[in-house]
């Protein structure tokens, strides 16, 4: 009988963990089965004897209807913003069939020239064009190597950020770098980039983001970046690599007053 009692109340307390922890953007609402977890629900309450039971029962509903509101909420902020992953999208590409590449095509090709102006011949230089276009990794990297330009910083900047020298500078880098290092072995390999950052005055958050995205640039760290949840985590590299990251993070005030609510950031 205890056994039973015990077992019930583990499988409720595991929904709820698995709730909250999707409430707090911990992780990704869209793991929750919400499906199968009202099923296992629906079996179990005829079991339930005790007013702990129900009380956790009942939890566990409410805790699973927050879960659906969250995705709900997901949902229409990326329809609003007419959001669309481009991962998403490549991995449909990637199932269609040539015939059903081709229909869509067809159905969604609006020229903007008469049809007397689409000839043969003119199909043919299209379709020769994008056979010799370069790749859009070459594309991308003419780009890179276009935009780059080595530059230093400038005391105007190092003392805005409240650095005196640049050795200065380079010490707290290099001081982050070791803070990282440190943080990814305990926590086996790559540490949650906000935490990281998180600080206790916004100031300091700035300071510190300003010199993970140095690592970064250095080739030193790189970040990881969940299509789905948006999270992201900070991994450091054995060795400075030539591959960079480039990822704008916009942070504000309200947003880390919001994340620092939560939690804050990781000690120095």
């Given at each position: 009988m205890k056994s039973k009692l015990k077992k019930r109340r583990e499988i409720l307390l595991r929904i709820l963990d698995l709730c909250e922890k999707a409430l707090k953007e911990e992780t990704d609402p869209f793991q929750v089965d919400v499906?199968?977890?009202f099923g296992k629900l629906r079996k179990l309450l005829p079991e339930l004897e005790t007013e702990e039971e129900l009380y956790l029962d009942l939890e566990a509903v409410l805790g699973l209807t927050s879960v659906i509101?969250?995705?709900e909420e997901w949902i229409r902020y990326r329809s609003s913003l007419m959001f669309l992953d481009p991962l998403l999208v490549l991995l449909k590409i990637?199932?269609?069939e040539d015939k059903d590449l081709a229909d869509v095509l067809r159905r969604s090709w609006r020229p903007i020239v008469e049809a007397r102006g689409i000839s043969p011949l003119f199909l043919e230089k299209a379709v020769e064009y994008w056979r010799t276009l370069p790749s859009l990794e070459e594309r991308r990297l003419e780009l890179v190597?276009?935009?780059e330009s080595a530059g230093t910083l400038t005391l105007s900047e190092l003392a805005t950020l409240g650095f005196a020298s640049e050795?200065?500078?380079l010490s707290f880098l290099n001081s982050e770098e070791k803070r990282l290092r440190k943080e990814a072995?305990?926590?086996?390999?790559e540490v949650p980039y906000w935490e990281f950052i998180g600080a206790e005055t916004f100031e300091e958050t700035i300071k510190r983001a300003y010199l993970v995205s140095f690592?970064?640039?250095y080739g030193r760290a790189t970040i990881r970046r969940d299509p789905l949840s948006g999270e992201m985590w900070l991994i450091p590299?054995?060795?400075p690599t030539g591959n960079k990251v480039s990822l704008a993070i916009p942070i504000d005030e309200e947003r880390w007053k919001k994340r620092n609510v939560r939690g804050g950031g990781i000690k120095s």
């Open positions: 499906v199968q977890l509101l969250k995705q990637e199932k269609l190597e276009a935009s050795e200065e500078f072995d305990r926590r086996g390999g690592l970064c640039s590299l054995e060795k």
